[in-house]
């Protein structure tokens, strides 16, 4: 008579050894998603903090001329009390609590920079125009001659919403000092209007006024990626 005890104990051991290497293996390739970030949101970085290494503020003051505005060892976009389009006063405390794209114009621009922003920045609009916590700044750094009744006209033209996309226009100090120290953006006025030096970037700014991102503003490839960053950072936790 045959022993059948051998085959059966070796059927046991598979099934042994396959739970054991379960056991073993699934921790494992859960792990490595971890470690890989798959199951995480991407991040964006916060700029202008003292925790990075690589950030000197001396140089921000030796090149603009400005001291950032910390607050929490990370710089702050700097407080404003400005006009919009509408003629009201708005301060920075409007657009805390809120994403904003900030930029700066000039309705009587000369070259294709400012009507190329302009075009960019009705695709920000339009692409979080259900979403109330995502706002667009746009600072004139041409303010003696963009009144609240200029900046409405120019906001009417392209079809901005009064309600998420603000025009604001001061004094040129006030300006002028917004995108130096505030964005930390090039700003010089020279002979005539014309000459004015101003950048085409946008900023991407947070809910607690910190600035995550530059991006030009004329390229479509590069707004396409400020309007993906933008849904990243709403789904980053307070």
């Given at each position: 008579?045959?022993?059948?005890?051998?085959?059966?104990?070796?059927?046991?051991?598979?099934k042994?050894l396959?739970?054991l290497?379960a056991?073993?293996v699934?921790?494992?390739?859960?792990?490595?998603?971890?470690?890989?970030?798959?199951?995480?949101?991407?991040?964006?970085?916060?700029?202008?903090?003292?925790?990075?290494?690589?950030?000197?503020?001396?140089?921000?003051k030796?090149?603009?001329?400005?001291?950032p505005?910390f607050?929490d060892?990370?710089?702050?976009?700097?407080p404003?009390s400005l006009?919009?389009?509408?003629?009201?006063?708005m301060t920075?405390?409007?657009f805390?609590?809120s994403?904003?794209v900030a930029?700066?114009?000039?309705?009587?621009c000369?070259?294709?920079?400012?009507p190329?922003?302009a075009?960019?920045?009705?695709?920000v609009q339009?692409?979080?125009?259900?979403?109330?916590?995502?706002k667009?700044?746009?600072?004139?750094?041409d303010?003696?001659y963009?009144t609240p009744?200029?900046l409405?006209?120019?906001?009417?033209?392209?079809?901005?919403?009064?309600?998420?996309?603000?025009?604001l226009?001061?004094?040129?100090?006030?300006?002028?000092?917004?995108?130096?120290?505030?964005?930390?953006?090039?700003?010089?006025k020279?002979d005539t209007?014309?000459?004015?030096?101003?950048?085409?970037r946008f900023?991407?700014?947070d809910?607690?006024?910190q600035?995550?991102?530059?991006?030009?503003?004329?390229?479509?490839?590069?707004?396409?990626?400020?309007?993906?960053e933008?849904q990243?950072?709403q789904?980053?936790?307070?």
């Open positions: 008579m045959l022993d059948q005890s051998e085959p059966t104990l070796k059927k046991k051991d598979y042994n396959i739970i290497l056991i073993l699934l921790p494992a390739i859960f792990i490595f998603f971890l470690m890989t970030g798959e199951t995480k949101h991407k991040t964006l970085p916060i700029m202008y903090s003292l925790r990075l290494p690589d950030f000197d503020p001396t140089f921000i030796s090149s603009l001329g400005c001291e505005n607050e060892s990370t710089h702050r976009t700097t404003f006009t919009n389009q509408l003629g009201k006063t920075e405390k409007d805390r609590g994403i904003y930029n700066f114009i000039l309705t009587r000369t070259q294709n920079i400012c190329k922003m075009s960019e920045m009705i695709r339009e692409a979080f125009k259900d979403n109330k916590d995502v667009i700044i746009s600072y004139s750094i303010p003696t963009d009744e200029i409405k006209e120019y906001a009417e033209k392209y079809n901005a919403d009064n309600s998420k996309w603000f025009f226009t001061g004094t040129e100090d006030q300006i002028f000092e917004q995108a130096k120290c505030s964005y930390f953006l090039p700003a010089q020279n209007y014309v000459n004015i030096d101003h950048s085409e900023v991407l700014v809910k607690k006024g600035i995550r991102g530059y991006y030009k503003g004329t390229e479509l490839v590069d707004v396409d990626r400020l309007i993906h933008i990243v950072l789904l980053e936790k307070e």
